[in-house]
T-cell receptor, first 115, second 110 residues
Framework: KAGVTQTPRYLIKTRGQQVTLSCSPI?????VSWYQQTPGQGLQFLFE???????NKGNFPGRFSGRQFSNSRSEMNVSTLELGDSALYLC??????????????FGPGTRLTVL | DAKTTQPNSMESNEEEPVHLPCNHS???????IHWYRQLPSQGPEYVIH???SNVNNRMASLAIAEDRKSSTLILHRATLRDAAVYYC???????????FGQGTRLTINP
C-alpha cells in the first residue's frame, strides 16, 4: 500500500504570495491532519479533517486554511506569505478519527522557503 | 492538553538497550500514551502506544507506571537506524491532533 504523498516536496516563494500544498492520504484513510515544523517552535498542529469537515484547528492565523475533498485528499493554503512561514509542512493520515488508539501515518513533508 | 516532560537528549551504544523516559503527570485516566519518532529528514513515524499495562511490538516495548504519571520506551537492542527524536504524546478522546513536545534526541554510537 502506498504511503502518504505530499506535493510538491520543495517550494520557494516570496513574501506576499500565496501557496497551496497537497496531501494524498493512504488509500482508505479518511482523516488528514496538517502540522508545521520549524526549528524554533518544533512540530505544531495546524488542522485536521475527517469526511470533508474540519474537526479541529490549531492556533494559527486565518492566513492558514485547508480543505478536504470527497476522495480524502487534502490541500492547505497559506495566503500573504511571511518570512516566518518558512517551514516543513507535514501531512498525516489515519483510518478513522477521534479514537485514542488511532495511529497517524506521516508523509515526507513539503519544505517551504519564503524569501 | 496533557503536558509531557522528556530529557532533551540521550546517548547510547549500538546493540545496547535504551530506556527513554517521559513524565505525563497531568494525563487523564482515559488518555492513551503514544510514542512517535522522527528520523533525520523524514516525517514522524508511529512507534507504540498503551494505556495501563506494558506493551510490546516489533519495534519497542512500552512500560507504563502504575500511577500512569510516567512511561518508558524501551529499545531492546539499539541500532544506528534508531537515532532519532522520540516524542511521547498523550492522545485524548475526540481529538486526532498530536501535541508534540520537544522530544528526546537519541544518539547511537557505533
Amino acid at each position: 500500500k502506498a504511503g502518504v504523498t505530499q506535493t510538491p516536496r520543495y517550494l520557494i516563494k516570496t513574501r506576499g504570495q500565496q501557496v497551496t500544498l497537497s496531501c494524498s492520504p493512504i488509500s482508505g484513510h479518511r482523516s488528514v491532519s496538517w502540522y508545521q515544523q520549524t526549528p524554533g517552535q518544533g512540530l505544531q498542529f495546524l488542522f485536521e479533517y475527517f469526511s470533508e469537515t474540519q474537526r479541529n484547528k490549531g492556533n494559527f492565523p486565518g492566513r492558514f486554511s485547508g480543505r478536504q475533498f470527497s476522495n480524502s485528499r487534502s490541500e492547505m493554503n497559506v495566503s500573504t506569505l511571511e518570512l516566518g512561514d518558512s517551514a516543513l509542512y507535514l501531512c498525516a493520515s489515519s483510518s478513522s478519527w477521534g479514537g485514542r488508539t488511532d495511529t497517524q501515518y506521516f508523509g515526507p513533508g513539503t519544505r517551504l522557503t519564503v524569501l | 492538553d496533557a503536558k509531557t516532560t522528556q530529557p532533551n537528549s540521550m546517548e547510547s551504544n549500538e546493540e545496547e538497550p535504551v530506556h527513554l523516559p517521559c513524565n505525563h503527570s497531568t494525563i487523564s485516566g482515559t488518555d492513551y500514551i503514544h510514542w512517535y519518532r522522527q528520523l533525520p529528514s523524514q516525517g514522524p513515524e508511529y512507534v507504540i502506544h498503551g494505556l495501563t499495562s506494558n506493551v510490546n511490538n516489533r519495534m519497542a516495548s512500552l512500560a507504563i507506571a502504575e500511577d500512569r504519571k510516567s512511561s518508558t520506551l524501551i529499545l531492546h537492542r539499539a541500532t544506528l537506524r534508531d537515532a532519532a527524536v522520540y516524542y511521547c504524546i498523550p492522545l485524548i478522546q475526540g481529538a486526532q491532533k498530536l501535541v508534540f513536545g520537544q522530544g528526546t534526541r537519541l544518539t547511537i554510537n557505533p
